[in-house]
């Protein structure tokens, strides 16, 4: 089966500018996640979607930072102004509904904010 | 303090067995994961075990889970250059089955 999709795979920006990542999850996974991961740390979860509703959005900065995820299937994250501290992989990860269900993660894009 | 916590670097010669520790705080993780991140890519799942469990053989991978302590290991035997990525521990949350992720170990294998 194919794996959780991401683009674009590397991004580089200016402070205050905007960026949007995009996310194909696995097909037929109700649950979307969005992870922040900085160098060096493990990955922070941003927002969790199940279908097209968010299920926890409490560690999303949400002055500067959006995600949807129209038709319960792709989801895109943008972030408007970027800071420079905004400069991490994220990560898109799906899995299905419950406990014990493995989370599969894509790629993720690199962003660097200059 | 953190909800898991690893050691960061491990350095181990190619052929020996890899010990990875992790402590965690969440005494009601149902299961407890481990992740495999390579240089430039996502998260892959290595192995888990259930709370229930107090080990699991996987092939070269064995985990030893100590609920009382808190404690989970992951052993790698006949570890191979493929094996240098960073690996994570992650227990899911009991409350919302969401996963804690510590900061990884560093994983380098020499020749």
């Known amino acids: 089966e194919a794996g959780v999709a991401q683009s674009p795979r590397y991004k580089i920006i200016e402070k205050r500018q905007s960026v949007a990542f995009w996310c194909n999850p696995i097909?037929?996974?109700?649950?979307l996640y969005w992870y922040q991961q900085i160098l060096g740390q493990g990955p922070k979860l941003l927002i969790q979607?199940?279908?097209?509703?968010?299920?926890?959005d409490s560690q999303l900065p949400k002055d500067r930072f959006s995600a949807e995820r129209l038709k319960g299937v792709d989801s895109t994250l943008k972030i408007q102004p970027a800071k420079l501290e905004d400069s991490a992989v994220y990560l898109c990860?799906?899995?299905?509904?419950?406990?014990?269900?493995?989370?599969?993660f894509g790629p993720g894009t690199r962003l660097t904010v200059l | 303090g953190e909800d898991v916590e690893q050691s960061l670097f491990l350095s181990v010669r190619e052929g020996d067995s890899s010990v990875i520790n992790c402590t965690y705080t969440?005494?009601?993780?149902?299961?407890l994961y481990w992740y495999k991140q390579e240089p430039g890519a996502g998260l892959q799942l290595l192995t888990y075990?259930?709370?229930?469990?107090d080990m699991k053989q996987d092939q070269r991978l064995t985990v030893l889970l100590n609920k009382k302590d808190k404690h989970l290991s992951l052993r790698i035997a006949d570890t191979q250059t493929g094996d240098s990525a960073i690996y994570f521990c992650?227990?899911?949350?009991?409350?919302?089955?969401?996963?804690?992720f510590g900061a990884g170990t560093t994983v380098t294998v020499r020749a």
């Open positions: 990860a799906s899995s299905t509904l419950g406990t014990g269900n493995e989370q599969f």
């Open positions: 969440d005494s009601s993780s149902t299961y």
């Open positions: 979607f199940q279908n097209n509703g968010v299920v926890d």
């Open positions: 097909s037929g996974h109700a649950t």
């Open positions: 992650a227990p899911e949350r009991s409350n919302d089955y969401k996963l804690s």
């Open positions: 075990i259930f709370s229930n469990m």
